[in-house]
């Protein structure tokens, strides 16, 4: 049998998705199961960006502009402009969803043995894409007791090597929901110029900002023009995971210049994707003020309801919806598939991502699980009472 490639068998499952096999086989056996596990929102999506791609006729479905329909980018220009950020099309790179933004930008900018210094736990596939160019994520932990806040700017410091090669900061944050501030940023800008490096930036949860804070985007900040580059995706702003358009997003000309060189080998993004998003730039406000006081409602029920169940605790998350809680178990892998595998309530269960993907070395996850808070309240109540019976007869507890 010919032999995987050593970077194919290097390469990391999905903390979020791994378990998926154990959901199904509960399914099969007619457990309801919860899914706490993935950004996968229940909202509607907006009935007129779907209208749009109903009413599109199409007689040929050609390939588009390797970087994306001129007129989408023109309405991307309108849209960012609503947040203070000036940009022309030529600086926006539309992708099949961020994660390819994440792909290129990581192929443009780094070359084998670089460093990209993220606080963590972070979001578990950018140490997948790191892999696939043979670059090394540096962790820079936060403390769950702060909330996930950014840690101290010397820690960053003094995480920089000759092989550092760039900063990055999700904001808001997954896996945690913590919101870094404009000051927090602006520290993060001072290592980034001086230190001439790349600030990478995923703020695809830029629309979920909660009691009262705003969104500081890493494009407004000073003197950073050539060192930020963007990702955004259309995913979770419009409930739309399946649309599969995100974009990359520098005002750096070789940077955006050698990324078309990638754009135009994978040919082009996908035009009904590309149709349907940029009719959802025209949603109206009242569907964002809507979704943003179901999801804080939301998250107001998941903090409650974690910090009351004895020996669990859950910081309060300022955006996006996602969290992650300190837990009383051996072993959140062993905990998350037990729970699949050998519990039910009332004939339910509910699927956790064990927090273990999200750090770099995993002992540091290990009492952790990120939950996400994108199904309904009422099922949100359900899936918190399974959480809180489950741990009464968890075999590993701890405490």
Known sequence: ?????????????????????????????????????IGQPDIETPKGALKALADTHIDVLEYSHSAGI???????????????????????????????????????????????????????????F??????????????IKTGFALPPIEDFEKAITPRTRAIMI??????????????????????????????FADEVYREFCYDGAEHYSVLNLPGCENNVVLFDSVS????????????????NSEVYSIAM?????????????????EAAIDTPQEYFDKVQAEYIARRNVVVEGINKIPGCFCPMPKGAFYTVIDL???????FCQWLLTDFNYNGATVMLAPATGFYENPENGRH?????????????????KCLEEALKVYPGRTR
């Open 261 to 277: 060189r990638l754009a135009q080998a994978r040919l082009s993004p996908p035009s009904f994707g590309q149709i349907f998003a």
């Open 70 to 128: 001129m007129s989408y980018r023109q309405k991307l220009c309108e849209y960012y402009k609503r947040y203070g950020i000036e940009l022309t099309p030529e600086r926006i790179l539309v992708t099949t969803g961020g994660s390819e933004a994440l792909q290129m930008a990581f192929t443009v900018c780094l070359n084998p043995g670089d460093e990209i210094i993220i606080p963590e736990p972070y979001y578990t596939n950018y140490n997948t």
């Open 170 to 199: 999700c904001n808001p944050n997954n896996p945690t929901g913590y919101l870094y501030s404009k000051e927090e940023l602006l520290k993060v800008a001072g290592l980034v110029k001086k230190y001439d490096l790349f600030l």
């Open 328 to 334: 009383p178990v051996d072993d959140s892998d062993r």
């Open 236 to 251: 979770k702003r419009y409930s739309a995971c399946g649309a599969r358009v995100g974009c990359l997003v520098t005002r």
């Open 1 to 37: 049998m010919p032999k995987i490639s050593n970077k194919g068998t290097e390469l990391p499952q999905s903390a979020i998705r791994k378990l998926v096999p154990f959901a199904d086989a509960a399914k099969a056996r007619g457990i309801h199961v919860y899914h706490l596990n």
């Open 368 to 384: 952790q699980a990120r939950i996400t808070y994108c199904i309904c309240i009422d099922d949100l109540k359900s899936a918190i």
């Open 130 to 143: 790191a892999k696939l160019c043979d670059a090394k994520i540096v962790t820079i932990p936060s403390d």
